[in-house]
């Protein structure tokens, strides 16, 4: 077998959820890397493998398979995705994509770099906006805990418009959003000295 | 990635000596292309207010008023602690040019991203 049709066998397994079928395609000492949104992990071994992908995709409902494709790159494979899911827990459904660049020798597949969008939300043209006035809380007072309460509150994919006057919740809130996996969607600022900050919910 | 070295400074005007050397430190990362923040904490933060490094002098040391202008035309940024500066009435119409107040999680992010710290006791 060469690691083109490994590979081949691997994209099956994987579009298809049969975790057994991907440690399979695997070498059984198989070294992945993987670099994912904010963090990059390191996984060993075709069962642990399949295990982080049962865990990604295993039980999504629905699920489908958007795109995929195979394709040589001089002596390593690349093989790639798109999934369109709704995770189990989930409230609103996400995309991801992932590309692995695959290398292995005797047709099987040694190692592979993986690149992963991480979940996320479909664009939606009709994003609800929900209005906070978080007035002076600052750094020490709770905002945190009440921004947090609030997107909480918020679908993923809608947005917080939060205003404040308090100046260390300005430069605060677009890097705890960040922080906390959101987008900054838009920032504001008011002739009264107040700010605007504009959320979208990530996660 | 943030390449940022944040010197952190936690003495006011009281503590003449230790509020200085902070900005000793930072003032040379600054002048050396480094990206440069004393993040102002406690008593310090009155030093990023319009006149708040007036009289802040200590015997072999250059005087704050000179070092804080010094280090800002170097690039270098004064971050003003926000749980600090609200207790003590400092509002964002007193801060001195090239400082602002922010709050824990400017500093955090910068952090996560990689930033590297210098504390000064």
Request: glycine share 10%.
């Amino acid at each position: 077998m060469t690691t083109e049709a490994a590979a081949t066998a691997l994209l099956a397994a994987i579009t298809s959820r049969d975790m057994a079928a991907t440690a399979a395609a695997l070498h059984r000492e198989v070294r992945v890397r993987a670099l994912l949104p904010g963090q990059v992990e390191l996984i060993d071994g075709s069962p642990e493998v399949a295990a982080r992908l049962e865990a990604w995709f295993g039980g999504a409902e629905p699920f489908e398979v958007v795109t995929k494709e195979v394709r040589p790159v001089g002596d390593k494979v690349a093989i790639a995705y798109r999934f369109r899911l709704t995770r189990p827990g989930a409230d609103a459904p996400t995309e991801i994509e992932q590309t692995w660049m695959c290398a292995g020798t005797n047709g099987t597949i040694e190692t592979a770099d993986v690149l992963c969008s991480g979940f996320r939300p479909l664009a939606r043209s009709t994003a609800t906006t929900h209005d906070y006035d978080a007035g002076s809380l600052g750094c020490a007072d709770g905002l945190t805990a009440a921004f947090k309460e609030r997107l909480t509150g918020v679908g993923v994919g809608d947005l917080l418009r939060v205003t404040t006057i308090d100046p260390s919740a300005k430069e605060d809130l677009p890097a705890l959003a960040r922080l906390m996996g959101h987008t900054v969607r838009s920032v504001e600022a008011h002739t009264d000295g107040a700010l605007t900050i504009t959320v979208e919910r990530g996660r | 990635m943030s390449e940022k070295l944040i010197f952190n400074c936690t003495n006011g005007p009281e503590s003449p000596e230790r509020a200085i050397l902070p900005f000793v430190a930072a003032n040379i990362a600054a002048a050396a292309g480094q990206e440069a923040v004393v993040l102002c904490t406690i008593e310090a933060v009155r030093l990023g207010t319009e006149g708040g490094t007036a009289g802040v002098e200590s015997p072999g040391l250059p005087t704050l008023t000179d070092l804080f202008a010094e280090f800002i035309g170097n690039g270098g940024t004064v971050w003003l602690c926000g749980a600090c500066t609200k207790p003590r009435g400092i509002t964002e119409d007193v801060v001195a040019k090239g400082a602002v107040i922010v709050g824990a999680a400017k500093v955090v992010e910068e952090v996560v991203a990689g930033a590297k710290t210098v504390a000064f006791a």
